[in-house]
């Protein structure tokens, strides 16, 4: 079952939360303050977090901006909880790279749903580390970070290679350029977004020179999408 991560310093309402998830069949471990949020998420390895907003020592938010800082491909999902309605924070807490935000107190069977869409969502980015994702003579493998193009090895750079990680895991979607961007290089980059274009196109070279065989369209207005087609 998947595991809850809450991070919420009011007792009543930790405790709560670990009564009906681990009801629902929930694994749950609740925590009271930001630093051991942060230390679990990175030793426990929990599929969604509940953070609470107003937190002592570091908040809610800063955990966020720490967590998501330190994320390279998985990435946790993060439902934040609040006692204020205040617009601000919920601002805040989004940019800062929260998936969703329930204003407290809050309805319990909400809170399930909400959690569920969540875990849908994230399932579908994560690959089993045995598993290899393939289409045309394309393959690659996450677990040895190597991928092959007509069964000879590509030499790829590190960003190339989580490129194509994440272009392949969401194959038939339409990735925006800030998505990609996100996803790659992190929240925390600050830069030009053309450097996606840039790494589209020396991907490109890399993966598309058997005639005929294209596998990163790029959709107008919105970004690339990851399909192989053959002329
Ligand atoms: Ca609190």
């Known amino acids: 079952m998947p595991k809850v991560l809450v991070v919420e310093d009011e007792s009543k309402i930790a405790r709560f939360l670990e009564l009906e998830l681990t009801h629902e069949g929930y694994q749950v471990k609740a925590v009271g303050d930001g630093r051991s949020g942060l230390a679990q998420a990175a ?15 570091l908040s809610g938010i800063e955990v966020c901006r720490r967590l998501r800082q330190s994320e390279k491909e998985l990435r946790l999902p993060i439902l934040m909880l609040t006692a204020k309605d205040d617009i601000s924070d ?7 790279g929260a998936d969703d935000y329930m204003t407290k107190p809050f309805a ?13 969502r994230s399932a579908r980015g994560r690959t089993p580390p045995d598993e290899t994702l393939s289409a045309g003579t394309l393959t690659l493998t996450p677990r040895s ?5 007509n069964g000879t090895l ?4 590190k960003k190339e290679y989580d490129l194509l990680l994440c272009l392949m895991r969401h194959a038939q979607e339409a990735l925006t350029r800030d998505f990609l961007l996100e996803n790659v290089w992190g929240y925390s980059y600050d830069g030009d977004n053309n450097v996606v274009d840039v790494y589209v196109r020396y991907l490109r070279n890399k993966i598309e020179t058997i005639k005929g065989e294209r596998y990163i369209h790029t959709i107008r207005g919105v970004g690339y999408m990851f399909r192989f087609e053959q002329e």
């Open 43 to 57: 030793e426990w390895k929990p599929d969604v977090m509940i953070l609470d907003l107003m937190l002592p020592g």
């Open 90 to 96: 919920k601002v805040m807490g989004l940019d800062m």
């Open 108 to 120: 319990i069977e909400e809170l399930l749903a909400r959690m569920r869409v969540m875990l849908a």
């Open 145 to 149: 970070h190597e991928a092959s193009l």
């Open 154 to 157: 590509l030499s790829l750079t």
